[in-house]
C-alpha cells in the first residue's frame, strides 16, 4: 500500500472511528444491577453494542480454534523457538517511532531516550533487531502507543468494542490503533507486496504464539464474553497508569497459593489428547482430556474443584506430576461445570451429590474404556484423585463402589484433598466472603475494588517478580477472600447460566437463551448458593419424585454432607483424605471427624488454607506416594 493511498483511506477510517467513538455514549441502555464490588470487573464499559460485540467475539473464537490453532501447531512445529523470537523481536524492533513519539507526548522524556538506545543496540549488535539485546542489558521496552496518549490527556474510553481478528478494544484504543499505523519504519522501507508480505508474516508468528492459550482461555468458560472484557480492560488500565504493585507485604489467605499449582513444562498441554464419549441417551458427547504416560502404571482420573474445568492450570499441573511418576491422567471438568453437565443423559441441575455421582460413575467408565482401547491400556488399573468439590465427588462415588452400583467400575484408591464436611456450611462461608465488599464504606468501594484488581493485573498479568517485587500478592486477608468467592460465585453464575439455557425453570427474570447477556450474568452474579438450591435444585427434585425423599429439603442437605458416609468412609480401605487444618471451608469438630472416622488414613496438614499448598513439592511427593 503507498503512504498516499493509506492516508486517503486512513482519514475516511478516522473520521468514521471518531464519529463512532463520539457517538458511542449517547447510545441508551439499561444499567444492570452487578453485585457488589464486581460491576468494575465485569462491566468495566458501556457496552450499547453487545450484539455486535458478541458476534465477533464467537467469530474470533471459532477462527481461532478452526484456523489459527491447527496452522499454528504447523508452523511452531517447524519453525524452531529462536527462529520465531527473532521475528517477533525485529517487528517489535521496527515499531520504534510509535513508542518514541508516544513517549514525548507523555512527556515522558527518559522514556523516549531509552527506546532510542534501545533501537540504536538492537539495529546494530542485535543484527536489525532481530536479537533483543538491550533487554539482556536491562534497558526495558516502553509499551506506549497512541490508545495511552490519549488515556493521558483524559479522552474517555467510549464504548468496548471487539475487532473482528484483532479482538477486545474500545473506541479510544481503536483509534489509537489506526493512528499507529504509519509509526513503522516497515510502513515507509516496505511498499506494495513486500509490505503485506512482512506484515503478515508479523502477524501470523504473533498469533501462533498465542493461539493455544487464546483456544485453552475459550473453550474453558461456557460464556467467556465478559472474562474477555474485564481482562482486556484491567490490562490497558495497568498500561495506562502505568501501574506497579504496591512493595508491601501483603496477608492474603494461604488458599491463594493455589495460583502456583501449574505445570513446569510450559508446553505440556500441548501434550494433551482432547476425546469424547457418548453417553447412552445424551444427544452430545462428553469431551475429556487426558495425557498418557510412556510406561504407564495405570490410569489416575482428576476430578476438579467447584466449576473447575479440565483444561486449567491446576489440573494440568497435577497432571503433570502424575505423568512424572509414570501415571496417565484422565480429567474430566467439574460436575458443575457446563462442559461437563451439559453432555449428561438427563437435564438435572447439578449439586447433589448423592445423584451426581450416578452420573459421573457411568461417564467415567465410558471414557476409561475409550482411553483404554485408544492408547492400548486395557487392564490397567483405576483410581480417583479429587479435590475440593471434586473431592466430595470421590468420596460419594466411593460409597457407590462400596454398595456395588458402580456397575463394573473398579477404583483402586480414592484420594480426596480438602473435601468441605458440611457443604452448606462451606457454600454459606462462600457467600460471606463474597459480600466483603459491602461492608467497606460506599463512598470508597469502587476505588478499593479497582486498585485490588489492578494489583492482581499488576502481579499475575506478566507472573514475575518485577511485577510483584514482594513475591506474593498485596492484599489483605478479606481482600482475598473476596477474590477467592468471586470466583467461586463466577462459576456458579456459569452453572445457572448453563444450565437454565437447558432447561428453564423460570426463577430468572432475563431469557437464559437470550444472545445478549450482559444483564442476565448480573443477575446471575447477584444469585447466592443458597439461592441456587432453593430456587433450582430443591425444585427440580420436588417436581421429579413427589413422593420421596428427594423431595424433602432437609434430607437433601443432610444427605449432601460429608456426615451422611461416615460407615462407608470408616469401612472403605481405598479411600485417603489429605485435609489442611487451616482451610476456611471447615471448622475443629470437622477435624475430630475425619481423624475418628478415617484415623491414619486421612493427613492432617497444619498450614495450606484451601488447596494452598498444592504447589508444594514436599505435599505433591506425599500425593505420588499415595497412589504407590
Known amino acids: 500500500m503507498k503512504p498516499a493511498r493509506f492516508f486517503h483511506d486512513f482519514c475516511f477510517l478516522f473520521t468514521l472511528s471518531a464519529l463512532f467513538l463520539l457517538c458511542s455514549g449517547c447510545v441508551n441502555t439499561k444499567p444492570a444491577v452487578y453485585p457488589a464490588g464486581t460491576e468494575i470487573l465485569l462491566n468495566p464499559m458501556d457496552d450499547p453494542l453487545e450484539g455486535y460485540n458478541r458476534s465477533v467475539h464467537v467469530l474470533n473464537e471459532n477462527l481461532n480454534r478452526h484456523l489459527l490453532r491447527p496452522f499454528s501447531q504447523a508452523y511452531n512445529f517447524i519453525i524452531p523457538e529462536p527462529a520465531r523470537d527473532g521475528i517477533h523481536n525485529a517487528g517489535q524492533n521496527l515499531l520504534y517511532p510509535l513508542r518514541a513519539v508516544n513517549c514525548l507526548l507523555q512527556k515522558k522524556y527518559r522514556g523516549a531516550w531509552l527506546e532510542t538506545k534501545r533501537f540504536g543496540i538492537n539495529s546494530t549488535v542485535g543484527i536489525l533487531g532481530i536479537r533483543d539485546q538491550a533487554s539482556r542489558w536491562n534497558i526495558p521496552m516502553q509499551k506506549e502507543d497512541f490508545g495511552q496518549t490519549m488515556a493521558y490527556y483524559q479522552m474517555q474510553n467510549g464504548c468496548f468494542l471487539n475487532l473482528p481478528f484483532f479482538g477486545p478494544s474500545s473506541g479510544r484504543d481503536t483509534l489509537g490503533m489506526l493512528l499507529g499505523i504509519p509509526c513503522s519504519i516497515n510502513f515507509w522501507l516496505l511498499h506494495g507486496d513486500a509490505s503485506w508480505a512482512f506484515s503478515g508474516i508479523k502477524g501470523f508468528n504473533q498469533a501462533a504464539t498465542h493461539a493455544e492459550s487464546l483456544n485453552q482461555f475459550s473453550a474453558s468458560y461456557y460464556d467467556s464474553y465478559p472474562l474477555s472484557k474485564a481482562f482486556y480492560n484491567l490490562h490497558r488500565e495497568v498500561l495506562n497508569q502505568d501501574y506497579k504493585a504496591p512493595d508491601t507485604i501483603g496477608n492474603p489467605d494461604q488458599s491463594l497459593g493455589f ?20 453417553l447412552p441417551g445424551s444427544q452430545s458427547k462428553m469431551p475429556y482430556t487426558c495425557w498418557p504416560a510412556d510406561h504407564s502404571r495405570g490410569i489416575i482420573v482428576i476430578l476438579p474443584g467447584l466449576g473447575g474445568h479440565r483444561l486449567s492450570e491446576g489440573v494440568a ?23 461437563y453437565f451439559l453432555n449428561l443423559p438427563i437435564s438435572a441441575p447439578p449439586g447433589f451429590f448423592a445423584e451426581d455421582s450416578k452420573q ?25 484423585l479429587g479435590f475440593s468439590l471434586g473431592a466430595l465427588n470421590a468420596l460419594f462415588l466411593s460409597k457407590l463402589e462400596a454398595e456395588g452400583k458402580m456397575e463394573g467400575l473398579t477404583i483402586e484408591r480414592y484420594l480426596a484433598i480438602n473435601p468441605p464436611a458440611d457443604v452448606i456450611e462451606a457454600l454459606d462461608r462462600i457467600d460471606e466472603f463474597f459480600a466483603i465488599p459491602e461492608t467497606w464504606p460506599e463512598n470508597e468501594r469502587e476505588q478499593r475494588c479497582q486498585q485490588l484488581f489492578l494489583k492482581v493485573a499488576a502481579c499475575l498479568l506478566n507472573r514475575n517478580e518485577t511485577a510483584c517485587p514482594s513475591g506474593k500478592l498485596p492484599v489483605s486477608l478479606d481482600e482475598s477472600r473476596f477474590l477467592i468467592a468471586l470466583n467461586m460465585r463466577f462459576n456458579l453464575a456459569e452453572t445457572i447460566l448453563a444450565s437454565q439455557k437447558q432447561h428453564n425453570q423460570g426463577f430468572l427474570k432475563n431469557d437464559p437463551a437470550a444472545f445478549k447477556k450482559n444483564a442476565l450474568w448480573a443477575e446471575a452474579l447477584s444469585l447466592s448458593f443458597t439461592d441456587y438450591m432453593k430456587k433450582s435444585v430443591i425444585p427440580y427434585y420436588q417436581q421429579q419424585f413427589p413422593d420421596s425423599k428427594l423431595s424433602d429439603p432437609a ?9 451422611s458416609l461416615e460407615k462407608s468412609l470408616s469401612d472403605n480401605p481405598k479411600v485417603r483424605i489429605f485435609q489442611n487444618e487451616n482451610d476456611f471451608l471447615i471448622h475443629n469438630k470437622h477435624l475430630d471427624w475425619y481423624r475418628q472416622t478415617l484415623a491414619d488414613r486421612v493427613v492432617l496438614f497444619p498450614q495450606g488454607g484451601h488447596l494452598g499448598n498444592l504447589w508444594h513439592p514436599d505435599y505433591q511427593q506425599l500425593i505420588l506416594k499415595t497412589f504407590e
Open 360 to 384: 459421573l460413575a457411568q461417564a467415567i467408565r465410558f471414557a476409561l474404556e475409550d482411553m483404554r482401547q485408544e492408547y492400548k491400556l486395557k487392564g490397567q488399573p483405576c483410581s480417583i
Open 555 to 563: 434430607w437433601l442437605a443432610e444427605q449432601s454432607k460429608l456426615f
Open 259 to 278: 495460583l502456583r499449582l501449574r505445570p513446569k513444562d510450559k508446553n505440556f498441554f500441548r501434550k494433551a489428547r482432547q476425546r469424547s464419549v457418548l
Open 317 to 339: 499441573g497435577l497432571a503433570e506430576l502424575l505423568n512424572s511418576g509414570n501415571w496417565s491422567v484422565l480429567a474430566l471438568s467439574s460436575s458443575l461445570n457446563p462442559d
